[in-house]
Every structure is written in structure tokens, then in C-alpha cells.
């Protein structure tokens, strides 16, 4: 039995945002995080009179919002910024505000129809924080080395909105991730088995912020192997996953020949 599995549906909901009425919920919840609660460079609340954060980006994205169920209240959203249907060449958010290391990562090696960036990462700070936490991530290192702790079922809501990611990716057909991160995000993505590659330097966009990348079927392969919840999680035990592409080899180690690795739609 995995607690981790029973405590994300004991306590949260995934949501597709694939309604008028449950995007302006997004947009608003974007608003109440970036504006009134964490002020960030560039989130101005006096430019958003209607009390919604959106971009010209959310048109050719993928909207998920979380549900606490207890509450009935959305506490967290996310997107993945897809590939642009006209034209699959156009540039991705991440192309325009940072610099990628050549050294470090070559965006001209990714399939860009199978690629799409995740954005607007977001939790409400009464989740983000929550009481008994010390203000760094040694108690999130705790949980990750020993398990869940009795007053933490779930080990973060985080992984809640990652569950949603990978959905859908899934449902587009989506391999790789491109995110601009604060790297403390990734270091606390790390413990889970998340953490995303670095591809360049830390540059100001609302705040010091990292390009990242990260292969998904290699990800997963990983997490197989070192965090075995994590994913049967974000997987819903091997039924949700990435399409293998041919150019990915698959390790010897694998415990799913390659005609079981299409996901269930």
C-alpha cells in the first residue's frame, strides 16, 4: 500500500481548466500569489483591476487547478505552455527572457512538437508553508530520507500540482520540460526525484531565476528507481506515462517491456 498515493486523494484534487468559468479561478488564484502575496517584481497589482493574472502565453497552454478536498478550495494551478499549433518553431517564454550554456544544454536537440514549458507553478502560502516547518529544507529532507512524518501525510502539495503536469503531458503528448525556477524550486524538487537539469545562468526575471530542462522518460526511469512512491504517484502506477520516442534507449534495468510504455489516455 502506498500512504503517499492514499494521502493525495485523501486530501487533494486535480483539475483540468478547460472552462471558462474554472480559467478565471486560474487567473485569479495566479493574482492572489504573484500580486498580494508574494509582490514579485513585475506583478504589479495595480495592473490587474479585474483581480486576474494572465499573459498572451495562456492561450497555447494547458491550465491544471488543485482542490483541497477537505476545503473545497483551490490552493495551487499550473501550465504547461504547449507547442504552438501554426507553428511549432516559435519560441517558448524561456527563449526569450534567459541564456542558455552550450556547455550545459543544446535547445536545438529537442523535438519541440513533444516539448512544452512549465509555468506558473503556484500554491497558495498558507500550503506552501505550513505550521511545524523550519524555514529551510531540512525538514523536507527528513521526510524524503525516512518517509512520510505522522503530521505530514502528504509530503508536499507541490507534488500535487506535479501529478497534474504529468498528466498532462501525457495527454499532449509532451517528453520534455523546459521551466524558468528559483533554484531553491529545484533543490526541492530534487528530493522527490523532480529536479530539473540546469541549462544556463541565473538571470532577473521577476527575481533570480534558472532555465532548466528535463527529459521525462529519463526522470521517471530515475524516480523508478531511487524514489519508487514519487512515482507510482505521478505515474498512477505505470498507467500515466510518456510515450517512449525511439531515439530514447531503454535501460536494462526497466521493469516495463517497450510496448507497455504508452501511457493510458
Known sequence: MNDIVAAFHEYFEVIDADSSELLREVFHLRYQVLCIEQRLPGFDALHYPEERERDSHDDRSSHILLRHRPSGEFVGTARLILPDPSSQEKAF?????????????????????????????????????RKGDNENLESERVVARSGIKKQRRFPHPMLALAVGLMRMSVAHDITHWLSIMDPS???????????????????EHHGPRRPYHVNLIRMLDRMYENHNQIWELLTEFGRVRPMRKEHTPLPMSHPFPPLLLIAEK
Open 185 to 203: 524550486l529545484n533543490r526541492l524538487l530534487s528530493l522527490y526525484g523532480l529536479d530539473h537539469d540546469p541549462a544556463g545562468p541565473i538571470t
Open 93 to 129: 517564454p524561456i527563449e526569450q527572457h534567459t541564456q542558455f550554456d552550450p556547455a550545459l544544454f543544446d535547445i536545438n536537440t529537442l523535438p519541440r512538437q513533444h516539448t512544452a514549458e512549465v509555468s506558473r507553478l503556484l500554491i497558495v502560502r498558507r500550503f506552501r508553508r
